[in-house]
T-cell receptor, first 109, second 114 residues
Framework: GDQVEQSPSALSLHEGTGSALRCNFT?????VQWFRKNSRGSLINLFY???GTKENGRLKSAFDSKERYSTLHIRDAQLEDSGTYFC???????????FGQGTILKVYL | DPKIIQKPKYLVAVTGSEKILICEQY?????MYWYRQSAKKPLEFMFS???????DNQTASSRFQPQSSKKNHLDLQITALKPDDSATYFC?????????????FGHGTKLSVL
């Protein structure tokens, strides 16, 4: 079935450094979304991509449908970036949204 | 085996009717949530429950009422259905309701209101 493998499951970053999260898909996906879960449990939408790359501040995301992956790059990490990040991919039929399991990011001083 | 079960997978309803979306989780989690994904919109948070108590409600309409008969159940009752309610509704759970917790999602119930 449709699967999304998100890595790493947990990540610790020193403030000011950066890293990347990745989601691999077992099948061709039509689009991908990246979210951050806030303290109330809401999933804050960071990016929606059908292809290519998007950048917003210190975050940048890329999606390659053909190669079946998406990445979320964080640069100059700040303490407030701590949280759980999810990717979710739309199947090619558009009928289904499949979620990654999440990456728990902790930014420390 | 899925650890979060949502029933039904697909649901068609007529305007003005009432439906209940079922969610059961077998992960031993204390917090459960409902999210909604409407067409061409990002996923939206609706409710969070912790130990069967409502913690947060971001849904404006009182037509949406969660029901938690057991710790591992969080059903969603929707009354006076409207076509705008058409969406895929996702149930999720986490061990506890804090920010750095993984969320586990069900596969969703796709609701179409005619």
């Amino acid at each position: 079935g449709d699967q999304v493998e998100q890595s790493p499951s947990a990540l610790s970053l020193h403030e000011g450094t950066g890293s990347a999260l990745r989601c691999n898909f077992t099948t061709t996906m039509r689009a991908v979304q990246w979210f951050r879960k806030n303290s109330r449990g809401s999933l804050i939408n960071l990016f929606y991509l059908a292809s290519g790359t998007k950048e917003n501040g210190r975050l940048k995301s890329a999606f390659d449908s053909k190669e079946r992956y998406s990445t979320l790059h964080i640069r100059d990490a700040q303490l407030e970036d701590s949280g759980t990040y999810f990717c979710a991919a739309e199947t090619s039929s558009g009928q289904k949204l499949v979620f990654g399991q999440g990456t728990i990011l902790k930014v420390y001083l | 085996d899925p650890k979060i079960i949502q029933k039904p997978k697909y649901l068609v309803a007529v305007t003005g009717s009432e439906k209940i979306l079922i969610c059961e989780q077998y992960l031993g989690h204390n917090a459960m949530y409902w999210y909604r994904q409407s067409a061409k919109k990002p996923l939206e948070f609706m409710f969070s429950y912790s130990y069967q108590k409502l913690m947060d409600n971001q849904t404006a309409s009182s037509r949406f009422q969660p029901q938690s008969s057991k710790k591992n159940h969080l059903d969603l009752q929707i009354t006076a259905l409207k076509p705008d309610d058409s969406a895929t509704y996702f149930c999720a759970s986490s061990q506890d309701r804090i920010s750095n917790e993984r969320l586990f999602f069900g596969h969703g119930t796709k609701l179409s209101v005619l």
